[in-house]
């Protein structure tokens, strides 16, 4: 049995996700392009919300102003933890004073042009979707899925070990002792707030990440290893099944 004090030091929820698919924010002043964004309501005069639209873009209701906006990137449809997100996370600035900091520190680097401010507007960005994500799962956004399952007090330390080390040839019986849990107890906990099977949810990480390692210019075979894949062969008929294609596929792509 695995010894859960191994991961003591490693329950960060968000790292592998970092890790495998770059954040990027590119600093937008039109609504319709912008995904993160500062804006204010109701003639307030000030800005009042923070909206992160993960999967898309569109135009803001009559009567909302835009102070700040992004463009953000984090893997798009190849991040699990996108797809898993709600359309629209929207946060009430008032009741956040971190986070409002943050936004009056963008919209002060929009307002006065001063040098290297693309780059600070850039990088406060990716901290706030940082944290509005965070947040999200701190919160229990949505009642079933990744998110849920990062939200559960004590499946997210079986997720975490499964997306910090999926070459690990896990058990259930690992993945249940680290959770702290019975094996049928995680199981049955794991399968109602993940929506699917510990194994099916790790056989669907490890190729998640491994098309994202693919693009990155990775050879099939040392993807397939840096997986948990006992071959390449293997990797390939999982990944041709999952996806469509070969993975030799979506290596030309990256």
Not at 46 to 71: H, I, M, W
Not at 75 to 80: R, T
Not at 93 to 109: F, H, K, N, R, T
Not at 210 to 217: D, Q
Request: aromatic share 8%; with cysteine.
């Amino acid at each position: 049995m695995i010894e859960s004090s191994h991961f003591e030091h490693k329950h960060d929820r968000l790292t592998a996700f970092l890790k495998a698919f770059p954040l990027s924010a590119t600093p937008c002043n039109s609504a319709e392009a912008a995904n993160l964004l500062i804006v204010g309501a109701g003639g307030s005069g000030g800005a009042t919300d923070l909206l992160y639209r993960a999967r898309s873009a569109g135009a803001l209701p009559e009567g909302v102003t835009l102070y700040a906006g992004a463009k953000v990137d984090f893997g798009g449809n190849m991040n699990p933890l996108v797809g898993a997100l709600p359309d629209e996370l929207r946060f009430s600035l008032p009741d956040e004073p971190q986070l409002l900091g943050l936004s009056e520190l963008v919209i002060a680097e929009v307002a006065h042009a001063r040098c290297g401010g693309g780059t600070i507007k850039a990088r406060l960005c990716e901290i706030v979707v940082v944290w509005a994500i965070r947040k999200a799962i701190a919160i229990g956004t949505v009642d079933g899925g990744l998110l849920a399952g990062l939200a559960h007090p004590r499946l997210y330390v079986s997720l975490v070990a499964m997306h910090d080390d999926p070459q690990r040839n896990w058990r259930i019986a690992d993945l249940a002792a680290v959770a702290d849990m019975s094996r049928g107890k995680f199981i049955g906990a794991f399968t109602q707030t993940v929506g699917q099977s510990p194994v099916a949810y790790l056989n669907a990480w490890r190729l998640a990440l491994g098309r994202a390692e693919l693009r990155s210019g990775r050879s099939v075979k040392s993807v397939a290893a840096l997986v948990g894949f006992g071959s390449a062969t293997a990797f390939s008929r999982a990944f041709s099944r999952k996806f469509g294609s070969p993975p030799i596929k979506s290596k030309a792509h990256g």
